[in-house]
T-cell receptor, first 113, second 111 residues
Framework: GAGVSQSPSNKVTEKGKDVELRCDPI?????LYWYRQRLGQGLEFLIY????????KSGLPSDRFSAERTGESVSTLTIQRTQQEDSAVYLC???????????FGPGTRLTVL | QKEVEQDPGPLSVPEGAIVSLNCTYS??????FMWYRQYSRKGPELLMY????GNKEDGRFTAQVDKSSKYISLFIRDSQPSDSATYLC???????????FGTGTSLTVIP
């Protein structure tokens, strides 16, 4: 079956603009995670969705960041008023909680000019 | 103190060498442990997944977990140039909880 997909693969935007990143998890995976990976750095947890439970937003760096997920399907990560320090690869992962392994998408490379 | 510590390297070895990659952690509640491989400009790919302590072997890869020492390892035997990548460890207390990642170790296998 298909893996986790993300779109767009690359996004270049101007400082101050809003961007929306999309993640399609693996079918049947109830858990969905967003991470940020700056150049040469590890993964920085942003937000976690599990089914219909309230999301764990503890990793969101500021109120400019938000994410939504409809049921157990697509998720969108929105960054408002982008700043240059938002430039990074944004990775999405999904998993079945009973197994725990996370499967990652290819990421969206965001560049804020 | 970070939840997970991982030496970033870089690590450079000749082809055929045995590679040892390690992570330490501070949270004794962690019981799910994973190793990911990440090629440049790609998403992380799950390599090994273990629960609690012990060893797990898959081909040239062996994962070890020592919960008493809060220490996990990934061994790569007969390393190949195609193993050149960044290796990330990850762990969690429960499958439905947040996962904590190491910063990754960059590995280069020289032909």
């Amino acid at each position: 079956g298909a893996g986790v997909s993300q779109s767009p693969s690359n996004k270049v935007t101007e400082k101050g603009k809003d961007v929306e990143l999309r993640c399609d998890p693996i079918s049947g995976h109830t858990a969905l995670y967003w991470y940020r990976q700056r150049l040469g750095q590890g993964l920085e947890f942003l937000i976690y969705f599990q089914g219909n439970s309230a999301p764990d937003k503890s990793g969101l760096p500021s109120d400019r960041f938000s994410a939504e997920r409809t049921g157990e399907s697509v998720s969108t990560l929105t960054i408002q008023r982008t700043q240059q320090e938002d430039s990074a690869v944004y990775l999405c992962a999904s998993s079945r909680p009973s197994l725990g392994e996370q499967f990652f998408g290819p990421g969206t490379r965001l560049t804020v000019l | 103190q970070k939840e997970v510590e991982q030496d970033p390297g870089p690590l450079s070895v000749p082809e055929g060498a045995i590679v040892s990659l390690n992570c330490t952690y501070s949270n004794s509640a962690f019981q799910y442990f994973m190793w990911y491989r990440q090629y440049s400009r790609k998403g992380p790919e799950l390599l090994m997944y273990t629960y609690s302590s012990g060893n797990k072997e898959d081909g040239r890869f062996t994962a070890q977990v020592d919960k008493s020492s809060k220490y996990i390892s990934l061994f790569i035997r007969d390393s190949q140039p195609s193993d050149s990548a960044t290796y990330l460890c990850a762990m969690s207390a429960n499958t439905g909880n947040q996962f904590y990642f190491g910063t990754g170790t960059s590995l280069t296998v020289i032909p």
